[in-house]
Structure formats: structure tokens, C-alpha cells
């Protein structure tokens, strides 16, 4: 009966794929093949220490413009779903904590772990035991590759974080690694986390350059 409840509150969907709300069934989208990423060596023959640094964070950019990137970094605090970042059904919204707002948070249906769903429509549920929108200060969505760099190196708009922080965040978080696990129906970013982490440490360690806004 849980199963039931949480398959109706994500997807709007029976097993069948029979609409429950809204009178219209969303589009089916299939997820595209995982994309790959260079790897940090194939850079070693752009000898300007700036212009590599510019190349390796546009490669980075691969993973952090991907969806499963910028459905938890969205322009406003709401996120969205899916490959084509559709609005997040049921509506939803950050909340103060950005888990939620009182009485709904994330994990009422964002459980520890992907759950597998018997929809067409909806094959999993996506869950990490810190599921959780991005904070404000780091909404994406909408912006170019220049101004995100610009975000994410400043200390202000980034959470206070270092570089290092940055680094960490990027290559070790738990929350992050599920973009490349993020369940049966969406594509998973581009690589792996081990090989984005190598490519921001790259990029900082050549000065941490930006591509123009």
C-alpha cells in the first residue's frame, strides 16, 4: 500500500499509466545513452596553463549542465523532473531547509535509495538519504556555462565554500554521485563522478579560469 501511495504522489500514474490527475498523461521520455567525458590527460597538449583551465571546466560543464545537475539547481525553489526538467509533479517547493515545506518533506517520498516503480511512464523513484534541492544561492537553471563558473568560485553565491570545498563537494559528496545512479527512466551524467572530480581539480589547479558569461 505504501508503494501505491508514493507511485501516485511522483508520477500521477497507475501501473498501467492511467492518468490519476491533471487529464492530460505527461509525454514519455526516453533517456538519451550516457554521454562520456575526456579525461583530464587528453588536455596535457593545451600548453597555456588559462586556456586550459578554460577547456577542462567547459568538459566539467558536461556533468553540471546535465539534468540530473540542473533539476536540484533550479531557477526558482521548485524543482523539476525528468530529462526535459518538467515541472515537478506533484507541485513542490524547497521549503526553508530546502527539503521540503512543514509537513512534506523530500523524504516522504525521497526515501535512502531508489525505489523501482511498475509504471510505463515512471520507472523509479529517485532517493539518497539527503535528498534535497540545492541552496538559492546556487540555482543553474537558465544560465550560461560563464556565469555557473563565476557562481561556484565566488564565496558569496557558493555557500561559503573554498575551492577545495568545491572539489570536495564535486567528487565525493553521496548526493551528487546519484547523478550517475539515478535510477531506471533518466540518464545518468555524463562519465563518472571519479572523472568529473579529476576534471574541477584540474581546473582549479590551472587557475580556476572561466568561460565568458
Not at 154 to 181: C, F, Q, R, S, Y
Request: charged share 15%; with cysteine.
Amino acid at each position: 500500500m505504501r508503494i501505491v501511495t508514493i507511485a501516485i504522489l511522483v508520477g500521477g500514474v497507475t501501473a498501467a499509466g492511467a492518468v490519476l490527475a491533471g487529464g492530460v498523461a505527461a509525454p514519455s521520455v526516453k533517456p538519451a545513452a550516457a554521454a562520456s567525458l575526456r579525461t583530464v590527460a587528453s588536455f596535457d597538449g593545451i600548453k597555456d596553463p588559462a586556456a586550459r583551465s578554460l577547456a577542462l571546466f567547459e568538459e566539467a560543464g558536461k556533468v553540471i549542465q546535465s539534468p540530473r545537475c540542473l533539476n536540484c539547481h533550479p531557477a526558482e525553489r521548485s524543482p523539476t523532473q525528468g530529462d526535459d526538467l518538467h515541472p515537478h509533479n506533484p507541485p513542490m517547493v524547497a521549503g526553508d531547509s530546502g527539503h521540503g515545506p512543514a509537513g512534506l518533506p523530500c523524504l516522504s517520498c525521497h526515501t535512502a535509495a531508489n525505489v523501482p516503480t511498475w509504471g510505463d511512464r515512471i520507472k523509479s523513484i529517485p532517493g539518497d538519504p539527503k535528498w534535497a534541492l540545492a541552496p538559492a544561492e546556487m540555482a543553474w537553471q537558465g544560465k550560461s556555462l560563464g556565469a555557473i563558473c563565476a557562481q561556484i568560485k565566488n564565496p558569496a553565491t557558493n555557500g561559503g565554500k573554498t575551492l577545495a570545498e568545491i572539489h570536495h563537494h564535486m567528487a565525493e559528496d553521496h548526493l551528487v554521485g546519484w547523478g550517475w545512479n539515478p535510477g531506471e527512466g533518466r540518464t545518468p551524467a555524463p562519465g563518472t563522478q571519479a572523472q568529473f572530480g579529476a576534471l574541477i581539480k584540474a581546473w582549479i589547479d590551472t587557475g580556476a579560469k572561466c568561460p565568458k558569461a
